[in-house]
Every structure is written in C-alpha cells, then in structure tokens.
C-alpha cells in the first residue's frame, strides 16, 4: 500500500518548505544538502555526462536544490536562482528585443525604476510608467503589437499599493504580452502570482525567502516555458549571473522557517498598523491589511493568511520628525532592506532621492519576528520624542 501523505507532490507549503522538500543526499545520506563548490565535474569514459553535471556558471548541484524549492513554493514549472534581486529582476527584461515595449508601475524598488528609465531605454527598450492599481491606466498604456511585457510589484515598495494580479494578467495577456510579478514582499506564502495567471514571478530573495539578512540573492520562477524563459536561462547560463554555491545553501536554510517567519512577520505587521493608526504623532499608516486601505478588497482576494510584513507610517510633524524619529529608535535598525528576522526602519525618501513618489515625512517598516510589544514600545517612544 502507498502512503500518499510521504510524498512531497501531496505536502503542504509548510511542509515543503521546513524539509526543503524532503530530499536527502544519496552519497552520505545526509538530510541537509552538501554543498557543491566544485566548478567542474567528472566526464564518463564514454565522453557523456550522465550526471547532468558539467561546469559551474550554467548551474550547481546545491543551486539546483534551492531552485526546486521555489518552484516548489510557487507552483511553477521550474526556478531559477541569480546573484541578486536586480540581477533577476534585469534578466527579465534583457532577453526582451529592442524596440520592444513594458509597462511597469509608478510605485516599485526604486533601484529597478531607475534601471528601466535610464540603462533599459540605452537597450532599446521602450518603457512606460503608471498607477498599477488602476487597471485602466494600464489598459490605457498597452500598445498594441509593440507591448511584450507588463511589470507589476505588489504590494509595492514604498507605498504599498495592491496590483490585482488575475486582471492584470488579462490585459497583458489579451495585448500578447507577457505578466512578471515581483513578489518580493508577498512571499509565495501569501501570494502564488502563477496561480493568478502571472508567467513569471521575481524574487529579491536577499529579503524573505533568505530571511536573515546575510545572503544577496535573486529568483525567477515561470508558469511554462517558452522563447522569453528560454532566453533569460540562456542569459544567465552565458554571463555567469547563477548564485554562488555557498550563497544557495544559505538560501535553501533560509527558506525552511519562511512560513513561520512570514505567519509571525505579518501577524505583527497587522497588530503595528493597527495600534499606529490611533497613534497622536501619526498621520497615516500605508497597510494592505487595513480596511482603509484603497486595494484591501484586492489584497483580501489575493494574499492568504496575512498581509506581509511591510507597512509605512506618515509621521505627523513631517519630515524632520520623521528622520529624528528613526533617530531615536533602538530595539528597530535603521537600516535599508527588508524580509529579516529583525525589524528595520528607514526614511525612504533620503535614499530614493530625486523624483521618489515617496513622500518625505514617510518611514518604512520592516517587520521582523520580535515581540510585537517591544516593537511598539520602542516606535511609540522615538515618535513621540521626536514630536514633542
Ligand atoms: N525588488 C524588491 C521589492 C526589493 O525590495 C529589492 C531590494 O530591496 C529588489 C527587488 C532588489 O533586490 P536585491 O537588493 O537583492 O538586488
């Protein structure tokens, strides 16, 4: 009799992920994967590599490994792990044509914005920018026979406003083009885009799927196959972007509490913004978990089982207020990123600079795994020194 509750394809994404799909190494039989750090392997006599192994900048046996995790974790048809969030991001929309059209959203990482605007279009690539939560906007930007791929972040850096993922994948779908998601922030844990009729989805995998701040890395994960996928594994086989060895089995030691870490993340997140919200020294707080928030109908439909953990508060003595609150923070770190186990702040404008649609008096939270109390206590005593 077979016990299907044994197999990894009948387990749940708890599951999956906490024995990084269950796989144990047949050589030592050892239940955490070796690292491989060799960058070339053994050919048979008969000059075939049965192994599958050849040589270290196409793929590794320990990248591998981390790959059918995520594919795992997002239902796709296969993953593929690069050196950085940008460099998945980017190798997206290099294996486009010049000539070729995106729309991408107003409100995303600010780093990609300022790619697209300024090194993309060098490429040839034709780049427009709207309101991702209006999906006319975005009807309204699709050229017809010209645009290729629609970028969409959500919820998006900053601000976080909520893109419907079913409905933007109509449109693109309905142009010919192409649905990439950055799910960054989601996580697969609350959001699976290919699901949604995404055909891609992006991870900054530096940020939750890592989860502890010590590891730079990125992911692309596809519904099907087919010439764009095939170009960006063509990419990033020729110009070496693959993660390194050491780097992915950080990565696949990360992943293995991502459900814990997100539950407990988002959990805090909605208790923060909450409790932020009636704060006398807050003017706003930016939240898909909060009913006041404009896409939370969408957010409800779209995330499962939490909101995330990122939300920003608006500081009501505005942007001076602002940096001495994050000033006067301890238990929070000021610092950029996001997705660790420990909680960061950073007054976002400062960083993005020029041009940001983020508003000067806004902080960004980062959530991490502490005690919600000490997290509270700690904000509510900086916001209100720095107001007083
Ligand atoms: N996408 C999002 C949503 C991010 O927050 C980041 C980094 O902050 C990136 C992409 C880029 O990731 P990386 O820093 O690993 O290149």
């Given at each position: 009799m077979t016990d299907d509750t044994a197999t990894p394809r009948r387990w749940s994404p708890r599951t999956l992920a906490a024995q990084a799909l269950g796989h144990i190494d047949e050589a030592s039989r050892a239940v955490v994967p070796p690292i491989h750090l060799a960058t070339t392997y053994l050919r048979d006599p008969d000059n075939r590599y049965r192994s599958g192994n050849v040589y270290g900048r196409p793929d590794n046996p320990t990248v591998r490994e981390a790959e059918a995790v995520i594919a795992a974790l997002e239902g796709a048809s296969e993953a593929l792990v690069l050196g950085s969030g940008m460099s998945a991001a980017t190798a997206v929309f290099l294996a486009l044509s010049p000539g070729d059209h995106v729309v991408a959203p107003k409100v995303m990482y600010w780093s990609l914005r300022n790619w697209l605007m300024t090194e993309a279009t060098r490429w040839g690539l034709a780049v427009d920018l709207v309101d991702m939560a209006d999906l006319g906007a975005l009807r309204a930007a699709i050229r017809p026979g010209a645009t290729t791929l629609v970028w969409v972040e959500t919820p998006a850096n900053p601000l976080w406003p909520v893109t419907d993922i079913a409905a933007a994948a109509e449109i693109a779908h309905a142009a010919g083009a192409a649905l990439a998601v950055d799910s960054t922030c989601a996580t697969p844990m609350l959001t699976r885009p290919l699901e949604h009729g995404a055909d891609i989805v992006m991870h900054?995998?530096?940020?939750?799927?890592?989860?502890?701040?010590d590891v730079v890395a990125g992911a692309l994960a596809t519904r099907s196959h087919g010439p764009l996928w095939d170009r960006v594994k063509k990419n990033r086989s020729a110009l070496g972007q693959i993660l390194g060895p050491l780097e992915a089995f950080l990565l696949i030691r990360g992943m293995r509490t991502l459900p814990l870490r997100v539950a407990a993340a988002s959990a805090s997140a909605m208790a923060l913004a909450e409790r932020f919200s009636a704060h006398p020294a807050v003017a706003e707080v930016l939240y898909?978990?909060?009913?006041?928030?404009?896409?939370h109908a969408v957010a409800r439909r779209q995330m499962a089982g939490g909101f995330g953990g990122m939300l920003s508060i608006r500081v009501k003595g505005g942007e001076r207020a602002a940096i001495g609150t994050a000033a006067r923070v301890g238990l929070w770190k000021r610092a950029t990123s996001l997705g660790g186990v420990e909680s960061l702040i950073e007054h976002r404008a400062s960083i993005e600079g020029e041009g940001t649609p983020c508003p000067p008096d806004l902080l960004r939270l980062s959530t991490g795994i502490e005690d919600p109390e000490d997290l509270f206590a700690d904000l509510d005593r900086a916001l209100r020194a720095a107001n007083g």
């Open positions: 900054a995998a530096t940020k939750y799927l890592a989860g502890h701040s898909p978990g909060l009913a006041s928030h404009p896409q």
